[in-house]
């Protein structure tokens, strides 16, 4: 039976310049609406995480969620996947320095862009924010790794810089770190602690 990840990685080929063959039947057999751009894998962690949260099968919905490797390739991925391609309706969050490749890559695509949602510097801040510094050091040290975060608020480049930035900093010091931690910051939210992007990339979806 197909899955909604094999249909993942028949776009991960296309987009690299493989055959779109696959991928345009596996559309059909699965029922796929909508394709939900991500700039990376710690945005997609977080968005499934939230859909479990509320009780949401995207995969079910026939919902997409794509990690495309950073938002210059968004216009390659609009292409294959919105009105020139498989004409699948587009979504997607970003960051706000990225916002301009969404903005040109979904023009060039004659996607509209009204279901793209932008993070004030990216999700990890607005995750910050959302639950407060005192909250994420929690779950820092509950995940073990409060040895690894002290190590690192000693050293001379953190000396002086707003708590925020330095946890927002720390996650991206380890591969895999803000994968994991994306997860687990939309899991600690209250219901009316979602930050505003993360909620109406969903609540659009």
Do not use: N
């Not at 991500?38 to 997609?44: A, F, T």
């Not at 390659?76 to 699948?88: E, F, I, K, M, N």
């Amino acid at each position: 039976m197909a899955r909604m990840q094999d249909f993942q990685d028949a776009v991960s080929g296309w987009s690299s310049g493989g055959p779109g063959g696959s991928a345009s039947d596996l559309a059909v057999r699965l029922g796929v609406r909508t394709a939900v751009l991500l700039e990376g894998p710690s945005d997609l962690a977080a968005v499934e995480a939230l859909a479990a949260r509320r009780g949401r099968d995207l995969a079910a919905e026939g919902v997409c969620v794509v990690s495309m490797g950073g938002a210059m390739s968004v216009g390659r991925y609009a292409g294959l996947l919105g009105p020139p391609g498989l004409g699948l309706r587009l979504a997607g969050l970003c960051d706000e320095r990225e916002q301009r490749f969404f903005d040109r890559g979904l023009q060039r695509a004659q996607a509209p862009r009204r279901d793209i949602f932008v993070c004030a510097a990216d999700l990890e801040d607005e995750l910050i924010r959302a639950l407060g510094t005192a909250r994420v050091e929690e779950i820092v040290r509950t995940e073990g790794d409060l040895r690894a975060w002290q190590t690192f608020l000693h050293q001379p480049a953190q000396h002086g810089r707003p708590r925020q930035q330095q946890l927002r900093r720390f996650l991206g010091t380890k591969k895999g770190r803000k994968i994991r931690y994306g997860r687990l910051l939309v899991e600690a939210l209250d219901p009316e602690q979602v930050p505003t992007p993360l909620d109406g990339l969903l609540t659009s979806l």
